[in-house]
């Protein structure tokens, strides 16, 4: 078995600690922080160390655990972190690949792009209004030479205690202080920009991952400049995650393993759902759909997304279920049954990580494998209620089955 480090806290970083447990490779996940911690789903052949570590650190952490190779999947604008990286693995004599994340190609009419943090407080000195700031707190300081900082800058944070302190010091008011997890849809984006009538939104090139192009999307509706920050440049070769995939089956023979299928049917547990609470998070055709059938047993429904399904307007309007709009949040998972049911894979998978954390059973519409429960097709009458199930592995015939039993009943009833 091969032993891997993955420097993580990106997107890329935690799908890429799930591919390689899936892949049977005994991994170490180094991320900057306990919050990012958190983030890492317990698996087998995963572990995580929490901590910062400088580049003599990561030198010494090398040569203790004699890990055959490094990945680095940090965030593309901590230069300074990938370049310590590389030095390391260098001075370790272990072979290190870069994931990097790909640029959005944007070519929107109200971009102003600059290549420093320097250059983006010289721009927004030239620019008059209040300013959106998405690229965290860690360059916060820099943005206090920013003209009227106090009264103009609404620095955009994650919600840690830490993080907040630092801001408060730096003398953003708390008034102007946005401490929200993402991701961040186009709809949220442009509701802050309203909210606080943003003359100018500040970004970096994060790509499609990051939500730059949600960012640019809404700013472009409402009207009003994004100033976006270029990339450091990186020396060294990288790859996109896809791309980083093969050169591991290529170079280390590293892919999925395929589990042994047990052929064990599932069990139809059949349990009381009046006043229960479901909530479900996203709401297009699949979660409508689940949600029209939970509200025939009782349930009681909490919706939670920047946009409803017109199918379930009614239900909203006249109160059957309710609807928050706006997209998941961590810590939002409280239900006694969660369905995540977004359009970002990503998004369905932390959802999903939280309910383990919380033991709330959960329903992932987008990956069978990650479902604690499932939803059969529905069958009821005559005071029965008949519930369909193949594993998952064969929809259509379960579709079948169900048309037939209905039928089989109806032509019952008729002779009765």
């Not at 896809?242 to 052929?263: F, S």
Request: charged share 25%; net charge neutral; hydrophobic share 40%.
């Amino acid at each position: 078995m091969y032993k891997a480090l993955l420097f993580a806290g990106t997107t890329e970083g935690r799908q890429l600690a799930e591919y390689l447990a899936v892949c049977g490779v005994q991994t170490t996940v180094s991320v900057a922080t306990e919050y990012g911690q958190t983030l890492i789903a317990p698996r087998p052949n995963l572990s995580v160390h929490a901590g910062r570590l400088d580049e003599g650190q990561m030198e010494q952490f090398l040569k203790e655990n004699r890990f055959d190779f490094v990945i680095d999947a940090t965030h593309p604008y901590a230069a300074v972190v990938t370049q310590n990286i590389c030095r390391a693995c260098a001075a370790a004599e272990v072979p290190c690949y870069r994931c990097l994340r790909e640029e959005s190609q944007l070519q929107a009419g109200n971009l102003i792009r600059v290549e420093t943090t320097e250059q983006a407080v010289q721009r927004l000195n030239e620019i008059p209004g209040n300013i959106l700031l998405t690229t965290g707190s860690k360059e916060l300081a820099a943005y206090t030479k920013v003209s009227g900082f106090a009264e103009r800058v609404y620095p955009r944070v994650l919600p840690l205690a830490n993080v907040v302190e630092s801001c408060l010091k730096l003398g953003v008011p708390a008034s102007h202080l946005i401490a929200m997890q993402g991701p961040f849809s186009e709809e949220l984006n442009l509701a802050m920009i309203r909210q606080w009538n943003i003359a100018c939104l500040v970004t970096k090139e994060s790509g499609r991952a990051g939500g730059v192009d949600q960012k640019v999307s809404a700013a472009q509706k409402a009207g009003i400049a994004v100033l976006l920050i270029g990339r450091p440049q990186e020396s060294e070769q990288s790859f996109p995650l896809e791309g980083l995939k093969a050169q591991l089956r290529d170079r280390w023979g590293i892919c999925p393993q395929q589990e042994p299928k047990t052929n064990l049917p599932y069990f139809p547990l059949f349990v009381p759902l009046a006043g229960k609470r479901g909530q479900v998070f996203g709401a297009g055709k699949i979660a409508a759909r689940r949600i029209r059938s939970l509200l025939g047993f009782g349930c009681t429904i909490e919706v939670i997304a920047p946009q409803l399904d017109e199918s379930l307007e009614q239900d909203a309007r006249q109160g059957r279920m309710v609807w928050h709009q706006r997209p998941w949040r961590p810590g939002d998972c409280e239900g006694d049954l969660v369905l995540a049911a977004t359009d970002d894979h990503a998004v369905n998978r932390q959802i999903v990580q939280e309910c383990r954390q919380k033991g709330i059973l959960s329903n992932r519409c987008d990956c069978r494998e990650d479902c604690d429960f499932y939803f059969p097709a529905l069958v009821q009458a005559e005071g029965l209620t008949i519930g369909l199930c193949s594993n998952g592995e064969d929809h259509h015939k379960v579709k079948c089955a169900a048309a037939w039993l209905r039928e089989a009943i109806a032509q019952r009833e008729k002779k009765e």
